[in-house]
């Protein structure tokens, strides 16, 4: 868009075919402005998406426990295992 703004003041004019190209310019410009705009609200929705995530594999606070805050995969897995007893 900027060329054709420099283009129009070397030759110290402005033509319709600079006003034709201009609007062109500046409706596309509009469009990728829109994209911009998604791309921006789906990168935020994203993160909010993860920090969900990520607080959906905590335990809850609980005070009485040893695994208070800590995460899923931080967690001992225990071996269920049927206990015999004589």
């Known amino acids: 868009m900027k060329s054709v703004i420099d283009a129009a003041e070397k030759r110290n004019e402005w033509s319709a075919n600079d006003e034709a ?3 062109c310019l500046n409706e596309e410009m ?3 402005d829109g994209h911009l705009d998604d791309i921006e609200s789906n990168a935020a929705r994203v993160a909010q998406l993860n920090e ?3 607080r959906s594999r905590t335990f809850p ?3 009485d426990s040893h ?3 800590r995460e ?3 967690c001992p897995v225990w071996p269920l295992k049927k ?4």
């Open 61 to 63: 606070s609980d005070p």
């Open 67 to 69: 695994v208070q805050g």
């Open 52 to 54: 969900a995530r990520k």
């Open 21 to 23: 190209e201009y609007t």
């Open 72 to 74: 899923l995969e931080d």
């Open 83 to 86: 206990v015999i007893r004589p």
């Open 30 to 32: 509009t469009v990728i």
